[in-house]
Nanobody, 121 residues
Framework: QVQLVQSGGGLVQTGGSLRLSCAASGHTFSTYVMAWFRQARGKEREFVTSINSSGGSTYYTDSVKGRFTISRDNARNTVYLQMNSLKPEDTAVYFC??????????????WGQGTQVTVSS
């Protein structure tokens, strides 16, 4: 069992930056692919980025490439999402997830509680 606790987020102006953190409990964090998803109001949850267990491979959805960076610290059981050059369309509830990988939410078994990110224009 893995529990994920998120922190960070909030309100920022267009062009600003935010960093999200997701701390995991348990001793198996380093075995999971970690990902960030987001869900805007009235829309389905969508894949944002993922990182493999070692941190050596990352994947990003096209809309955030060059602006967002995922990283992980296996010694601290934590995954991060650095978000730069934020746009109003990035406004959503962001979720961290642990699982087998890929872009489908169904392949992730464990989820954080979600954190609101709001980008004002």
């Amino acid at each position: 069992q893995v529990q994920l606790v998120q922190s960070g987020g909030g309100l920022v102006q267009t062009g600003g930056s935010l960093r999200l953190s997701c701390a995991a409990s348990g001793h198996t964090f380093s075995t999971y692919v970690m990902a960030w998803f987001r869900q805007a109001r009235g829309k389905e949850r969508e894949f944002v980025t993922s990182i493999n267990s070692s941190g050596g491979s990352t994947y990003y959805t096209d809309s955030v490439k060059g602006r967002f960076t995922i990283s992980r610290d296996n010694a601290r059981n934590t995954v991060y999402l650095q978000m730069n050059s934020l746009k109003p369309e990035d406004t959503a509830v962001y979720f961290c997830a642990a699982g087998l990988g890929g872009w489908r939410p169904g392949t992730y078994s464990y989820w954080g509680q979600g954190t609101q990110v709001t980008v004002s224009s």
